[in-house]
């Protein structure tokens, strides 16, 4: 497609705006989720109370009105509550009434039925891949923000992704800004302290089973079975778990079935693996594939007694209330057990979630993205939407300092207002008491004059990050991730991270995987899978709905005779689909996705005298023991090879 030049006045100032990264970061994960309600497409005021009016006597915007935001990437459904809301209408007169495909039965369903209605929403969060933003844009359903942002300071500080993200639509324009936009290299991790995928166990009940070792994925499995036995009730008395699944973010497979593949350095596009260093593609249905035996994994899990009956029925919210009350003692995510459990108290008991290392991994890991991730996710004005240029306004802000910190979500770092959460002392950021509490997962309640309600309710149900939360304000230099921050290394003495770090021998996750080779970063490109033609789309959905419904039959088999009959059935069932067809289109764009891959390491190679492929040896994270605060962790681990895709799973699929 034709390179588009835009057409956007900016200062001298802004043309001279960098940011500076702030090297490696990344830990728990809040969940932004609260009840939520299947519905069809229309949407509810959320149980947890109306949003607070908040005293908008300074807003520049007069008339209160309900902003309609289809959002592909919430798992929440209904009028955003709390203390977000309050700031949402305290600066825009506002209400946020969320549209969540993943609430409303998932797939594409409602996606299709608004867009045929003409109207998908006043903000659309929605991923640009397979030509959706194109069809947006010939279907009339979204708008050219060009006029409307050309004043803004905070969107044109990424004109290199937006212009990159133009290149997807044929008309002139800007449509849609891409999401997770950084200024650090491509081949610096993304996650910060954590990776994304990893083994997290309940670390007391590691300890209790004696810390063993595992060698392999299926040698976890054992492991498990000691723990659970170890610990068999929950803080609450229930029967504890090693395993709990659910359905919500299905989309080509079996998301839960997903993190043990990328253990080994794999990630999904379409129906491939691909490794993150290119050097395998795989169907996802070969025998031998690292999904199968993803699936064999938890249907030993299941035969052992490790999984929970509950994972056929539940969602996400009643998971993640029982990884809060300790009923469940592995999780696929950092963020997943470390946000619900890790709170000061249990840490202070040496109670939590922790890495474990599997001796022959390899985690898959996600660079930072310079030309965003539009891909998964980019956001847009709705052609009828009531007050564009307000929706501009509120977008804009949505790319600034105080609108990236406030924007804490599932997938985020970031912590919050300022104020509440965390301040500034002698030049530092620091977490505030409150922000200790509510960052790691005690339920707590705000404080009337930011909002009330409870801190977990309040949090944006957007679940949308605009600017990589490894980034830095640019006018502070404060890097948005606050796990990162000296002042909170430097809390690190529970008896918990104590134990970790005797028994591990390093002071965090990503100083271990470093140290020990165990990381493949996979380059952010920010390429975007092409549209498809209809036939390919139609043998699409049908392959997927097979390959999740055997997945799910797989895993809760009765014997391993009938796995591995449900095994062939799928096989055969899939061929009669023309899967083969689908599968040969998705290895092309594998490999286009490796290509762009290599050149975007090349061109920030170019710009930036090589620094794309330093390696992190020097910006490993200690804690104030060391005294190396300025010393962070960096992700990368001495990652020279190109790599392959990278579609960010944590999210829901569409």
Same mark, same amino acid.
């Given at each position: 497609?034709?390179?588009?030049?835009?057409s956007v006045i900016l200062?001298?100032?802004?043309?001279?705006?960098?940011?500076?990264g702030?090297?490696?970061?990344k830990? +728990?994960?809040?969940s932004a @989720? #609260?009840?939520? *309600?299947?519905?069809?497409?229309?949407?509810?005021?959320?149980d947890?109370?109306?949003?607070?009016?908040?005293?908008?006597s300074? #807003?520049?915007?007069?008339?209160?009105? /309900?902003?309609?935001?289809?959002?592909?990437?919430?798992?929440?459904?209904?009028?955003?509550?709390?203390w977000?809301?309050?700031?949402? &209408?305290? &600066?825009?007169?506002?209400?946020?009434?969320?549209i969540?495909?993943?609430v409303a039965?998932?797939?594409?369903t409602l996606f299709?039925?608004?867009?045929?209605?003409?109207?998908?929403g006043?903000i659309?969060? /929605?991923?640009?891949?397979?030509?959706?933003?194109?069809n947006?844009?010939?279907?009339?359903?979204?708008?050219?923000?060009?006029?409307l942002?050309?004043? %803004?300071?905070?969107?044109?500080?990424?004109?290199s992704?937006?212009?990159?993200t133009?290149?997807?639509? *044929?008309?002139?324009?800007?449509?849609?800004? $891409?999401?997770?936009? +950084?200024?650090?290299?491509?081949?610096?991790? +993304?996650?910060?302290?954590?990776?994304?995928y990893?083994v997290?166990?309940?670390?007391?009940?590691?300890?209790?089973?004696?810390?063993?070792?595992?060698?392999?994925?299926?040698?976890?499995?054992p492991?498990?079975?000691?723990?659970?036995?170890?610990v $068999?009730?929950?803080? #609450?008395g229930? %029967? /504890?778990?090693?395993?709990?699944?659910?359905? !919500?973010?299905?989309?080509?497979?079996?998301t839960?079935? &997903?993190?043990?593949? @990328?253990?080994?350095?794999?990630?999904?596009i379409?129906?491939?693996l691909?490794?993150?260093?290119?050097?395998?593609?795989?169907s996802?249905?070969e025998?031998?594939?690292?999904y199968?035996?993803?699936?064999k994994?938890?249907?030993?899990?299941?035969q052992m007694?490790l999984?929970?009956p509950?994972?056929?029925?539940?969602?996400? !919210?009643?998971?993640?209330?029982?990884?809060?009350?300790g009923?469940?003692?592995f999780?696929?995510?950092?963020?997943?057990?470390?946000?619900a459990?890790?709170?000061?108290?249990?840490?202070?008991?040496?109670?939590?979630?922790?890495?474990?290392?599997?001796?022959?991994?390899?985690?898959?890991?996600?660079?930072?993205?310079v030309?965003?991730?539009?891909?998964?996710?980019c956001?847009m004005?709705?052609?009828?939407?009531e007050d564009?240029?307000r929706?501009?306004?509120?977008?804009?802000?949505?790319y600034?300092?105080?609108?990236?910190?406030?924007?804490?979500a599932q997938?985020?770092?970031?912590?919050?207002p300022?104020?509440?959460?965390?301040?500034?002392?002698d030049?530092?950021?620091?977490?505030?008491?409150?922000?200790?509490?509510?960052l790691?997962?005690?339920?707590?309640n705000?404080?009337?004059?930011?909002?009330?309600?409870s801190?977990?309710?309040?949090v944006?149900?957007?679940?949308? %990050?605009?600017?990589?939360q490894?980034?830095?304000?640019?006018n502070?230099?404060?890097?948005?991730?606050?796990?990162?921050?000296? +002042?909170?290394?430097? @809390?690190?003495?529970s008896?918990?991270?104590?134990?970790?770090?005797?028994?591990?021998?390093?002071?965090?996750t990503? !100083?271990y995987?470093?140290?020990n080779?165990?990381?493949?970063?996979?380059?952010?490109?920010?390429?975007v899978?092409?549209?498809?033609? @209809?036939?390919? /789309?139609?043998?699409?959905g049908?392959?997927k709905?097979?390959?999740?419904?055997?997945?799910?039959?797989?895993?809760?088999?009765?014997?391993?005779d009938?796995?591995n009959?449900?095994?062939?059935?799928?096989?055969?069932?899939?061929?009669?689909?023309?899967y *083969? %067809?689908?599968l040969?289109?998705?290895?092309?764009?594998?490999?286009?996705?490796?290509?762009?891959?290599?050149?975007?390491?090349?061109?920030y190679?170019?710009?930036?005298?090589?620094?794309a492929?330093?390696?992190a040896?020097?910006? &490993?994270a200690?804690?104030?023991?060391?005294g190396a605060?300025d010393?962070?962790?960096?992700?990368?681990?001495?990652?020279?090879?190109?790599?392959?895709?990278?579609?960010?799973?944590?999210?829901?699929e569409?």
């Amino acid at each position: 497609m034709k390179k588009k030049v835009i057409s956007v006045i900016l200062s001298a100032l802004l043309a001279a705006t960098a940011f500076a990264g702030c090297g490696s970061d990344k830990g +728990s994960e809040n969940s932004a @989720s #609260s009840e939520t *309600e299947k519905a069809a497409g229309t949407t509810e005021t959320a149980d947890s109370g109306e949003a607070p009016q908040g005293d908008a006597s300074d #807003s520049q915007y007069e008339d209160f009105i /309900t902003v309609d935001v289809f959002d592909s990437q919430s798992n929440y459904q209904g009028i955003q509550s709390g203390w977000f809301a309050k700031i949402v &209408k305290d &600066k825009f007169n506002m209400e946020l009434n969320i549209i969540a495909p993943n609430v409303a039965g998932g797939g594409d369903t409602l996606f299709q039925t608004r867009s045929a209605a003409g109207d998908l929403g006043d903000i659309i969060i /929605t991923g640009a891949a397979n030509g959706r933003l194109q069809n947006l844009v010939t279907a009339g359903l979204v708008m050219d923000m060009t006029d409307l942002l050309k004043d %803004k300071e905070n969107i044109h500080r990424y004109d290199s992704a937006i212009e990159k993200t133009a290149e997807l639509v *044929e008309e002139d324009g800007i449509y849609a800004i $891409p999401s997770e936009v +950084s200024s650090n290299s491509p081949t610096t991790s +993304s996650e910060g302290l954590e990776p994304n995928y990893g083994v997290y166990v309940r670390w007391d009940a590691y300890k209790a089973a004696g810390y063993p070792e595992v060698n392999t994925l299926e040698d976890l499995l054992p492991v498990l079975q000691k723990m659970q036995e170890s610990v $068999p009730e929950s803080d #609450s008395g229930k %029967k /504890t778990y090693a395993i709990s699944l659910f359905k !919500d973010w299905d989309g080509n497979l079996m998301t839960n079935a &997903k993190p043990e593949a @990328s253990l080994y350095g794999y990630d999904e596009i379409g129906f491939v693996l691909a490794k993150a260093d290119g050097s395998d593609y795989q169907s996802l249905i070969e025998s031998d594939s690292p999904y199968i035996r993803s699936l064999k994994f938890l249907f030993d899990a299941n035969q052992m007694g490790l999984v929970d009956p509950e994972s056929t029925t539940q969602n996400y !919210d009643t998971l993640f209330t029982k990884y809060q009350d300790g009923q469940i003692l592995f999780a696929p995510y950092a963020w997943l057990g470390q946000g619900a459990y890790n709170t000061e108290a249990n840490k202070t008991e040496g109670k939590g979630f922790m890495f474990v290392p599997v001796k022959d991994e390899t985690i898959f890991s996600y660079g930072c993205q310079v030309n965003g991730n539009a891909q998964n996710c980019c956001i847009m004005i709705g052609s009828k939407a009531e007050d564009p240029q307000r929706m501009a306004d509120f977008i804009d802000w949505l790319y600034s300092p105080e609108g990236v910190m406030d924007s804490c979500a599932q997938t985020a770092n970031t912590c919050g207002p300022e104020g509440l959460t965390w301040e500034v002392q002698d030049g530092q950021p620091v977490l505030t008491d409150f922000g200790k509490q509510a960052l790691y997962g005690e339920a707590v309640n705000v404080p009337d004059e930011w909002g009330g309600g409870s801190w977990k309710d309040g949090v944006s149900a957007l679940n949308y %990050k605009a600017v990589n939360q490894l980034d830095s304000d640019p006018n502070t230099g404060i890097c948005y991730d606050y796990t990162t921050w000296d +002042s909170v290394l430097e @809390s690190q003495t529970s008896e918990l991270t104590k134990d970790w770090q005797e028994k591990m021998g390093a002071q965090t996750t990503m !100083d271990y995987l470093a140290d020990n080779n165990q990381i493949l970063v996979a380059p952010g490109s920010g390429y975007v899978v092409p549209e498809e033609d @209809s036939q390919i /789309t139609t043998l699409r959905g049908q392959c997927k709905a097979s390959i999740v419904e055997y997945s799910w039959k797989m895993v809760f088999a009765s014997d391993e005779d009938e796995f591995n009959s449900l095994l062939d059935e799928m096989q055969t069932t899939l061929k009669g689909l023309d899967y *083969e %067809k689908v599968l040969e289109y998705d290895m092309e764009c594998a490999k286009a996705q490796n290509d762009a891959r290599v050149e975007v390491v090349e061109t920030y190679e170019a710009e930036n005298g090589n620094a794309a492929t330093e390696t992190a040896a020097d910006d &490993k994270a200690d804690t104030a023991a060391d005294g190396a605060a300025d010393d962070k962790a960096d992700t990368a681990a001495e990652n020279d090879t190109t790599a392959d895709t990278a579609t960010d799973d944590v999210e829901a699929e569409e």
